[in-house]
């Protein structure tokens, strides 16, 4: 589960050029990063929900509780710039799990390829914006070594390794169940929920 953006961006150019015509072609304005990744968390929400019409009652006993780590975005006030990179891990994660996708699942391959796409969008967002914070990064590390008090100083390291503990479950018990149909059904309940809990904090981008 380590695939590099550059790599997923050459699996995917194909397809990008439909996905231009199904997204849209985005400003990477980063004073709109909020509106970016709630429009295409949102996108990949409904595309999700399109794969499947209802949840298959004969997979009910299997499911799981992969434990969603809640309490990386759960401070009164978290920096952006962190919120920014769980988005980002996140981003790159749930594409590992859906590069996964075999035929012995029954997703549309075409709403899977919107999906990929749109989180490799988010990739291309993010980039963008946290190369730019980087100087405030900087200033961020001066203040701690300065001796202030800030809560949030581990929230980044935290955020990164607890959310791919929480995708290594989902890839262990995809692996464990061979890949079959219920496994995908439940994963794809769970990574919609991920979404889902990811979007709201977009809106914490928006201003400062």
């Not at 952006?80 to 549309?108: C, D, G, H, P, V």
């Not at 692996?175 to 995908?184: G, I, N, V």
């Amino acid at each position: 589960m380590s695939t590099k953006p550059d790599v997923i961006r050459k699996c995917l150019w194909p397809a990008c050029l439909v996905g231009l015509l199904i997204t849209g072609i985005l400003s990477l304005d980063c004073n709109l990063l909020h509106f970016h990744l709630r429009k295409v968390t949102w996108q990949n929400l409904r595309l999700l929900s399109s794969t499947s019409s209802s949840f298959p009652a004969e997979c009910l006993s299997e499911t799981k509780a992969f434990e969603l780590p809640q309490e990386i975005l759960s401070h009164t006030q978290p920096v952006k710039r962190y919120i920014k990179e769980a988005f980002y891990e996140m981003s790159i994660q749930a594409f590992n799990i859906f590069s996964q996708y075999t035929l012995k699942s029954t997703w549309e391959s075409d709403y899977l390829k919107q999906i990929q796409i749109g989180l490799d969008q988010q990739l291309q967002y993010l980039e963008q914006c946290l190369e730019e914070e980087e100087q405030d990064k900087e200033d961020w590390k001066e203040m701690t070594e300065d001796g202030m008090n800030w809560s949030g100083a581990l929230v980044p390291q935290l955020s990164s390794l607890e959310l791919r503990r929480y995708f290594n479950r989902i890839d262990n018990f995809l692996k464990e169940k061979r890949y079959s149909h219920c496994a995908w059904e439940i994963i794809r309940a769970e990574i919609r929920r991920c979404f889902y809990y990811f979007q709201k904090f977009a809106a914490r981008l928006r201003k400062k």
